[in-house]
């Protein structure tokens, strides 16, 4: 299977954009044709991650709704109008010799993704593999597989009607683990391997691949509320931040209150978190604000609840605040809710993480939001690729250069 996707890898880096773009819309289109049976199969995997005891997060990410589907179909469709980043010139010289030499981009050729219940990642790889000239081979795991079985033939028959090959979006589930293996183990035959899921698979994927991963990461994601910060504004971000979607890598996992204004902005923000649902650890000095929290431990600092559940501490200082996320965070996205410019900047400079927000809710890093269509992942690591990942994210570069008979003295 791995051989023929590099071999429809070579069909597809010479497929016109057009033609890529005819194939998008077969699969927009595919997918809002077949809701009922993708809903269908849908359930049959919900199902049986209720009777497994799957967490309600997980459940959220696996759920694949009528409405959901069409804002899949409707996500292809802002992918296919973006501008074809292959051949695009990122930059270019003429040599003092007369050698014309040009830095163009090219599509990686099979990308890989291994990841976990969640269906829409099947549909948002797959779209923005196409329009960047790459094959994908996906793992998406067991929780998902009827699911992704019916999303996969879906796919394939849109680009067959298109004229390109079904091999172009491939997957590997039906072999489980072992396809897996096959997939971290494909150098050569995957360019390369990007997970998206738990900590822990992501783990095991960069610890047992042979092909380059790009790494995502967990979301330990921190917002700061700052002494000089417009505190209505600040418990409408934070309850967005983390009930919106909670089940999500961007959703934010703790606050920090500024002691100067912790005793005027917890009353408000627990009552409307817990009205939503949120249970709040806190620290000793929330605990003393808002009774009904419970008392944080050490761990819950470097937690990824991905539920409604949310970690608060009362902090001293930007110094301290600093500090705690430097400590704790996993550079995904951190925030700071100020008035104060200084220490906006300041924030902004100090924070190592792949987002970094001044007075907005952490959901907006995302790659529909940033304008992207959709995204392959949201990259924690510093090569290649950071943050929100994006069709120029799937391409290499290659070097071309024209000459009129030069020779090297």
Request: hydrophobic residues 45%; negative net charge.
């Amino acid at each position: 299977m791995l051989r023929d996707a590099k071999e429809a890898a070579r069909v597809l880096s010479v497929a016109s954009a057009a033609r890529r773009d005819d194939a998008l819309k077969a699969m927009a289109e595919i997918l809002g044709q077949n809701v009922a049976e993708i809903v269908a199969a849908n359930g049959e995997d919900l199902a049986r991650g209720v009777a497994e005891g799957m967490s309600e997060g997980l459940q959220d990410r696996l759920r694949l709704t009528p409405e959901r589907i069409s804002a899949l179909s409707q996500a292809i469709e802002d992918i296919r109008a973006l501008a074809d980043p292959v051949g695009d010139v990122v930059r270019g010289m003429t040599l003092p010799n007369g050698l014309k030499v040009s830095q163009v981009r090219v599509p990686f050729g099979v990308v890989g993704a291994i990841y976990e219940a969640r269906p829409n990642v099947t549909i948002d790889i797959a779209a923005l593999g196409i329009k960047s000239g790459n094959v994908v081979v996906l793992r998406g795991g067991s929780q998902a597989h009827a699911t992704n079985t019916v999303l996969v033939s879906l796919l394939r028959e849109a680009l067959v009607r298109s004229g390109l090959p079904a091999d172009a979006v491939t997957s590997v589930d039906d072999f489980g683990r072992e396809g897996a293996k096959a997939m971290m183990q494909g150098r050569g035959l995957i360019d390369v391997l990007i997970p998206r899921g738990s900590a822990a698979l992501i783990d095991t994927v960069v610890r047992e691949s042979t092909v380059p991963v790009i790494e995502t990461g967990s979301g330990v994601v921190h917002i700061f509320v700052d002494s000089s910060a417009e505190l209505t504004q600040a418990v409408d971000i934070i309850e967005n931040a983390k009930v919106q979607r909670p089940s999500v890598c961007n959703a934010v996992e703790t606050v920090l209150v500024h002691s100067a204004v912790a005793a005027e902005l917890l009353p408000p923000l627990a009552e409307r978190l817990e009205h939503s649902g949120v249970v709040i650890h806190g620290d000793e000095r929330v605990c003393g604000i808002v009774p009904s929290s419970i008392a944080a431990t050490k761990e819950d600092w470097s937690e990824e609840y991905l539920s409604l559940e949310l970690a608060i501490a009362v902090v001293d200082s930007l110094d301290e605040a600093l500090q705690h996320i430097g400590q704790y965070s996993t550079h995904h996205t951190d925030a700071i809710l100020t008035a104060d410019m200084a220490h906006a900047e300041r924030f902004l400079n100090e924070v190592d993480s792949a987002s970094v927000i001044v007075n907005a809710s952490t959901r907006f890093t995302d790659g529909g939001e940033f304008g992207f269509g959709a995204e392959v992942g949201i990259s924690t690591q510093k090569l290649h690729a950071r943050g929100p990942m994006g069709l120029p994210e799937l391409t290499s570069t290659k070097w071309i250069v024209r000459g009129q008979g030069q020779v090297r003295a």
